[in-house]
């Protein structure tokens, strides 16, 4: 019996053993399926920095970023967000760029004009060239330089820190070469328009000198070449390679003459016809009216019209006003004038008194009142 017993406790004692191996190698077993489980959701927890890290972004950004992809935070939180931010910062820089008017109208854009072979501007003649967006307009004066009505044009339009074309007649430049040098200077573009505004399809007109009407006599490329050897003697230098026709009549023989000149040609997309009228309110009326149904062009203005000059200002205000924006056309580069023309000018302005002897110190510096 005794032997019995001893048998039943040694069966029991290895049944106990054998259930606790068991046991624990189903833990083991569990604790290797508990730590396969988690390992994906580790994975998971890791996956979202490398898409992000692998994301396309603007070329700008890749460029700025790229020293920072070592970290993985960065390039998504930083980069990405700023870049939408800069547009609707554009509306405020007129105002940090013009003193004094935090409303100023500004340019809006610049473009770089090409001259050669003499492109056409201006949908009245020219269909070619379509660059203006729904809103913008080139503002373009013909006739100055004058005195008292360009100085009013140059000062409304530095007040908006907005720029323009010019088309001088040559011979008005050569009675005031001071007040087309701040024309210039103000960094608006100065083409020509000819010596003395003749109609260049005809070989004979009139020409007003110094007051005077005179009969004369022609040859239409002689009236363009002079008129512009005389904006670059006003000037002391090259002016833009910009004309336009006189009452907007083109041969088109001169055409090919300006082609082969590189000198770009500007008709007009809408004609304010100031030259027609004498309130400045009637000049507002006429430019505002056709914006209006162009929705966008190249403005033609005189500002050797005092309604024009006393409207400008105020032309401008309404321009704002309407959401219209300017654009500025920057010439490539400048012109070159023929150096037989350059000595005909210079001769009539020194037979003529040179508007100055000649000289180009400004009046103040010749005479001085002393008592």
């Not at 005195?147 to 908006?160: G, Q």
Request: with cysteine.
């Amino acid at each position: 019996m005794r032997l019995a017993l001893i048998v039943s406790g040694l069966v029991i004692v290895g049944g106990a053993a054998a259930f606790a191996g068991i046991a624990a190698q189903k833990g083991w077993v569990s604790q290797q399926q508990s730590a396969s489980a988690e390992a994906p959701t580790a994975k998971r927890g890791r996956t979202p920095p490398e898409p992000a890290a692998q994301q396309p972004r603007p070329p700008s950004t890749e460029t700025v970023a790229g020293p920072a992809a070592a970290a993985p935070a960065a390039p998504p939180a930083v980069v990405a967000q700023a870049a939408p931010a800069q547009p609707p910062a554009a509306p405020a820089a007129p105002a940090a760029s013009c003193p004094g008017n935090p409303n100023a109208l500004g340019v809006s854009r610049v473009v770089e004009v090409d001259t050669t072979g003499g492109p056409g501007f201006g949908f009245e003649h020219f269909k070619t060239h379509d660059f203006l967006r729904e809103g913008e307009v080139v503002l373009t004066f013909d006739d100055g330089p004058w005195p008292n009505n360009t100085p009013k044009v140059l000062a409304a339009l530095a007040h908006h820190c907005t720029k323009a074309i010019f088309f001088p007649i040559g011979l008005h430049a050569t009675y005031e070469p001071s007040i087309l040098k701040q024309v210039a200077a103000a960094g608006h573009a100065v083409g020509s328009h000819t010596w003395c505004h003749q109609d260049l399809s005809k070989t004979k007109g009139h020409c007003l000198v110094n007051g005077k009407r005179e009969n004369v006599e022609y040859d239409p490329k002689d009236e363009i070449e002079k008129g512009i050897s005389a904006v670059h003697w006003a000037l002391g230098a090259p002016g833009a390679p910009y004309f336009r026709f006189p009452a907007l009549r083109q041969p088109p023989e001169l055409i090919t003459y300006l082609g082969q000149r590189n000198i770009a040609i500007f008709s007009t997309d809408m004609d304010s016809f100031d030259f027609k009228m004498r309130k400045p309110e009637q000049v507002r009326q006429s430019v505002m009216a056709k914006l209006k149904k162009h929705g966008k062009g190249i403005v033609l203005m005189h500002d050797f019209q005092h309604a024009t000059a006393d409207a400008t200002a105020d032309l401008l205000n309404d321009l704002k006003a309407g959401g219209y924006k300017v654009v500025f056309m920057k010439p490539k580069f400048p012109v070159t004038t023929i150096a037989s023309y350059d000595e005909v000018v210079l001769k009539q302005v020194k037979a003529a008194g040179g508007g100055g002897g000649g000289s180009d110190r400004p009046t103040s510096s010749v005479i001085r009142t002393i008592d």
